[in-house]
């Protein structure tokens, strides 16, 4: 299956794509993750994108977009993928499509989780990650709010919630029965 996974950060996406993805034998694709991974192996693209995460803007899109293309086209993803913090605006949305056409495929589904904005400020400073400081992580939700917010609608037609509130397995039980299994 190719599913996106859409909701505020700190909403416990990476947490249920790690165990989703697992489950359903497809990898986990995290935007997120591979920038870290740059970050940590000091790489061009790691450079490029290190201030954009210390501050919680987003990284530009044609370093994002290229970045997606190729972990998409690696063999394990072609088959199925779950795609964690990306896309993140319309714009990657469009080039999301793009990919999938150039790759002859389509995405199945859109899980949205659903959560209170409290409960996510909440679980970001006890996760303590570098970019979550107070002040970064309420920029990550003004960019959520105005940027990936959009997307919500643009996905309406394959688009599935799921209430993020409630212990891993509970919100896991809700993600695997929205997606049908
Ligand atoms: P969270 O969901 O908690 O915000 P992520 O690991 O998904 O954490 O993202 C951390 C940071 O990585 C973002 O604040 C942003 O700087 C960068 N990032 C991740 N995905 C994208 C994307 N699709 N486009 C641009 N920047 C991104």
Do not use: C
Request: aromatic share 4%; glycine share 10%.
């Amino acid at each position: 299956m190719r599913i996106v996974l859409l909701g505020p950060p700190g909403a416990g996406k990476g947490t249920q794509a790690t165990i989703l993805a697992q489950k359903l034998g497809v990898p986990h694709v995290s935007t997120g993750d591979l920038f870290r991974a740059n970050i940590g192996e000091g790489t061009k693209l790691g450079q490029e994108a290190k201030s954009y995460l210390d501050a919680g803007d987003l990284v530009p899109s044609d370093v994002t977009n290229r970045m997606v293309e190729e972990r998409l086209g690696e063999p394990d993803a072609r088959g199925g993928f779950m795609l964690d913090g990306f896309p993140r605006t319309i714009d990657q949305a469009e080039a999301l499509t793009g990919i999938l056409e150039r790759l002859d495929s389509k995405l199945d589904a859109v899980l949205e989780f659903v959560i209170d904005e409290d409960v996510v400020v909440d679980r970001m400073l006890e996760r303590g990650r570098d970019d979550d400081t107070e002040d970064v992580i309420r920029n990550r939700l003004r960019v959520y709010h105005e940027e990936t917010a959009p997307l919500l609608d643009h996905y309406r037609a394959i688009e599935v919630k799921v209430d993020a509130q409630g212990s891993v397995d509970e919100i896991n039980a809700r993600a695997m029965a929205a997606l049908g299994k």
